[in-house]
T-cell receptor, first 115, second 116 residues
Framework: DTGVSQNPRHKITKRGQNVTFRCDPI?????LYWYRQTLGQGPEFLTY????????KSRLLSDRFSAERPKGSFSTLEIQRTEQGDSAMYLC?????????????FGPGTRLTVT | AQSVTQPDIHITVSEGASLELRCNYS??????LFWYVQSPGQGLQLLLK??????LVQGIKGFEAEFKRSQSSFNLRKPSVHWSDAAEYFC??????????????FGKGTSLLVTP
C-alpha cells in the first residue's frame, strides 16, 4: 500500500491556460473523490467516481472542470480557461467498497496558483 | 442540510497540557463522524471515526473523541500534547450513502499551535 499519490504537487499557470492533475488511488479502492480546499477552509466535495463511473458532481464543479477515471484506475481533473478563483489545493481521496468507504485516504494534494 | 462547525479557528496550548478541540454538527440522523489532521505540505490523515456503538472512540497518536448526541458534538481530546501535534485539525461528517457516495462535509478547521 503506497497510499494515494497526486501529480504534480504544485502548478503555477497563467489565467486562461488549461491544467490537468492526476490522482493515483490505492490500488484496491474502487471509490475516488476530488475535493477542493481554499485558504482557511475545509475541503469541499467536487466529484465522485465508483470504478470508472462518475456518479456525482458538486455544483462547485463548473463546466470548465472535467474529471475522468478511465478503466477505474487513475483519475484526471482538468480545468479549462483557468481563473484566479481556481487557485486552491486540489485533493484526491480513495476508499474501498462497503461501510469502510467512509474511510477516505487522501493524497498530498496539488496546489494550483493562477496568476 | 448537514453542516459542521468548528468554533475555534486557532488554539494555543503548552506542550504537555491537555487539548480539546470542539466540533458541532447539524444532521437529522446519526451521522458518521471523523477527525482528520493536516500538517503543512501533507495530505489529510484520518485520526479517528465514529460510526455507531461506544460513544468514546480511540484514534491514532493518542487522540480520542466523544460523540454526544444530546449536544450534537464530537469533540477531540488528547491528555498531553506534543510539539509534533501542531497542525490543522478538521472535523467531518458523512451522510448515509447518496449519489455522492460517501462524500464528507468538512468544518473550516482549527489550527493548533503548541508552545514550549
Amino acid at each position: 500500500d503506497t497510499g494515494v499519490s497526486q501529480n504534480p504537487r504544485h502548478k503555477i499557470t497563467k489565467r486562461g491556460q488549461n491544467v490537468t492533475f492526476r490522482c493515483d488511488p490505492i490500488s484496491e479502492h474502487n471509490r475516488l473523490y476530488w475535493y477542493r480546499q481554499t485558504l482557511g477552509q475545509g475541503p469541499e466535495f467536487l466529484t465522485y467516481f465508483q470504478n470508472e463511473a462518475q456518479l456525482e458532481k458538486s455544483r462547485l464543479l463548473s463546466d470548465r472542470f472535467s474529471a475522468e477515471r478511465p478503466k477505474g484506475s487513475f483519475s484526471t481533473l482538468e480545468i479549462q480557461r483557468t481563473e484566479q478563483g481556481d487557485s486552491a489545493m486540489y485533493l484526491c481521496a480513495s476508499s474501498p467498497t462497503g461501510t469502510s468507504g467512509y474511510e477516505q485516504y487522501f493524497g498530498p494534494g496539488t496546489r494550483l496558483t493562477v496568476t | 442540510a448537514q453542516s459542521v462547525t468548528q468554533p475555534d479557528i486557532h488554539i494555543t496550548v503548552s506542550e504537555g497540557a491537555s487539548l480539546e478541540l470542539r466540533c458541532n454538527y447539524s444532521y437529522g440522523a446519526t451521522p458518521y463522524l471523523f477527525w482528520y489532521v493536516q500538517s503543512p505540505g501533507q495530505g489529510l490523515q484520518l485520526l479517528l471515526k465514529y460510526f455507531s456503538g461506544d460513544t468514546l472512540v480511540q484514534g491514532i497518536k493518542g487522540f480520542e473523541a466523544e460523540f454526544k448526541r444530546s449536544q450534537s458534538s464530537f469533540n477531540l481530546r488528547k491528555p498531553s500534547v506534543h510539539w509534533s501535534d501542531a497542525a490543522e485539525y478538521f472535523c467531518a461528517v458523512g451522510a448515509l450513502p447518496t449519489n455522492s457516495g460517501y462524500a464528507l462535509n468538512f468544518g473550516k478547521g482549527t489550527s493548533l499551535l503548541v508552545t514550549p
